[in-house]
């Protein structure tokens, strides 16, 4: 009977532990079927629930996540039946300071191809004087012309190389053996190849008057106003665009670089006197103490300007 009753006992308890696994295993399977439709389809926002929990914590601790910098520029170029029109504005901000009013933004890479940039100043300078000195080499290694192409492969692939951590959007130009060609390269390395192209803070008005003026072969004339009119429109539209017009006319036999090609926002002459005259503010008390000081020393240095 004892033993009877120690088998019937085990047989129990093993039948609970049976019961318990498989309930264990029917959550297990019902947790996991959950976390699986969590990511079944549409958007996961995980991520942002994580992002706002260590915003919170390092709220508390005093420190802040960086942000993104915010630079501003108009730059275009469009495609005309000679050649390549490129444009630009030459305003350049630190945050909401204007550094300089008149700085160029059409940068040199051969005799046949010029570049706009738009983003961090440093970035695009050394960024087209990096490709401009290879574009050289090239040149002196075959004795001809580079072609746009080549130019645009140097940029795309160093931009890619660095993640979009060097943060420069072009506007490549240019005239070759084999016709005009204009590109448009991002920060990340990708590239579109189009008849009119526009980057930068101030792009959407830009390709605004693009979109609705844009004709196929245009004769040169028609295709400056039409830059100017785009680069314009990002100067009026766009607080991180302004000051002169900058363009670079490209075609085969010539190139003009003209700057400015005209001056959208000319300062006006003030109206009215912001002076105050004497006596204005009515002044209700006067007390005047007089301070005895006798001048002990007095030395004249002269500035050094060597």
Known sequence: NSSKCARLVSFAGS?????????????AATLSVLQASDFAGG????NCARNAQLEAENA???????????????IAGVVFKDG????ADTRATEGMVVADKNCSKIHFISPNIYCCGAGTAADTEMTTQLISSN???????????PRV?????????MLFRYQGYIGAALVLGGVDVTGPHLYSIYPHGSTDKLPYVTMGSGALAAMAVFEDNFKPDM??????????DAIAAG????????SNIDLCVISKNKLDFLRPYDTPNKKGERQGKYKCEKGTTGILTENVTLLNLEVMDETVQTMDTS
Do not use: C, W
């Open 43 to 46: 958007f996961s926002f995980h």
């Open 15 to 27: 039948v609970s532990v049976l019961l318990r696994i498989r309930k264990q295993s029917k959550m």
């Open 235 to 242: 100067i009026y539209n766009d607080l991180g665009s302004g």
């Open 135 to 145: 574009m050289e080499l090239h040149l002196l290694s075959t004795g001809r012309l």
């Open 60 to 74: 508390k601790k005093g420190l802040r996540l960086p942000s993104a910098r915010k630079t501003g520029t108009t």
């Open 84 to 87: 390549i029109v490129l444009g």
């Open 219 to 228: 004769e040169e004339e028609e295709a400056k106003q039409l830059v100017r």
């Open 149 to 157: 192409v080549t130019a645009n492969r140097m940029l795309k692939q």
